[in-house]
């Protein structure tokens, strides 16, 4: 399985599209010229104040090269001096423009400015960056297992996916219905049935069932609860198993996939300040034989944010 490799650049985005799934995230789509080859798992480094830089054309791989223009201004109200990571939730191409889809939620003073960031708004990005998703083997079926804010990455990978004519199915989870930032298109199943219930993976041809952790909608329990449900009624051989949500649920669901020799991908949610492995802030424990402890440190923004789960060690 290959992780293609890509080139970042630093961007000036034009907001084209704004909204709020639910009460508690927010749904962007930034408008960028030349923006590289990326993949599902990757990340951007989002400026959470007013860009004041000005977009000038280099020879910086496929991207941009952005010069200043002046001191930065001071750091205002809602909004943030370190930048924000946020995974691609979805792109699209038309010649040289692009598309880049963000989904958030609202935490703090950055993603409150992202968030009210309106239609004609510009924002400074960092991006592509990190290592994505690998692409499956001919006759490989996915599990996409998405928790919480874990949504975008999956959604994106989904996409892709089926363009590729790879079969899918998806499990989404949330702690209650109130924080579930997606559309149904029906009730989804209380006893962890696939069904096309889930607008964003239905258009795609994806059927899902969704747990919440009160039973506000669809199965009351957590994700693995019905990855387990899932395994139990097919050929698990030729399956693999991608996922991104709460560190947590990520263990559980590694955890499960190891236990049972199933191939597992995850996408950590770890803050990040720098995003290029600069500041050392997102490092992650590893399996490493070749070294006396057994196990390394690992740069979340550089060799993940996507592990495989078995070769992580979880704290």
């Not at 370190?82 to 950055?110: F, K, W």
């Not at 996409?159 to 989804?188: D, F, Q, W």
Request: aromatic share 6%.
């Amino acid at each position: 399985m290959e992780h293609a490799p890509t080139t970042q650049g630093i961007f000036i985005g034009k907001v084209v599209r704004q909204s709020s799934p639910c009460d508690h995230h927010f749904s962007c789509t930034l408008e960028v010229h030349s923006f590289p080859q990326a993949t599902p798992g990757q990340f951007m480094q989002i400026q959470c104040r007013p860009p004041s830089v000005t977009v000038q054309p280099c020879e910086m791989g496929e991207g941009r090269l952005v010069s200043i223009a002046g001191a930065p201004p001071a750091i205002g109200p809602r909004e943030a001096f370190l930048r924000r990571p946020l995974s691609i939730a979805g792109l699209r191409r038309t010649g040289d423009q692009c598309e880049v889809d963000l989904l958030g939620r609202v935490t703090g003073n950055g993603t409150a400015w992202l968030a009210d960031r309106r239609v004609g708004d510009l924002v400074n990005f960092i991006g592509p960056l990190g290592r994505g998703f690998s692409t499956p083997s001919q006759g490989t079926r996915a599990l996409l297992v998405a928790g919480g804010v874990g949504l975008p990455p999956i959604r994106w990978l989904g996409e892709n996916l089926r363009k590729m004519g790879v079969t899918c199915s998806a499990v989404y989870g949330a702690r209650t219905r109130e924080l579930m930032p997606v559309k149904l298109l029906r009730e989804p199943s209380r006893e962890g049935e696939m069904a096309a219930c889930i607008e964003e993976f239905s258009r795609e041809g994806i059927d899902a069932v969704i747990t919440t952790d009160d039973g506000t909608c669809g199965m009351k329990g957590h994700v693995v609860d019905a990855v387990r449900r899932y395994f139990d009624t097919v050929d698990a051989s030729a399956v693999l198993v991608y996922a991104c949500g709460p560190e947590p649920m990520l263990r559980s669901l590694g955890a499960f996939c190891v236990d049972r020799g199933l191939p597992c991908e995850v996408a950590l949610e770890r803050m990040m300040a720098c995003g290029m492995g600069t500041c050392q802030s997102c490092v992650v424990r590893v399996v490493d034989k070749t070294v006396a402890s057994e196990w390394r440190y690992a740069l979340a923004c550089t060799e993940g944010p996507v592990f495989d789960a078995a070769k992580l060690v979880w704290e």
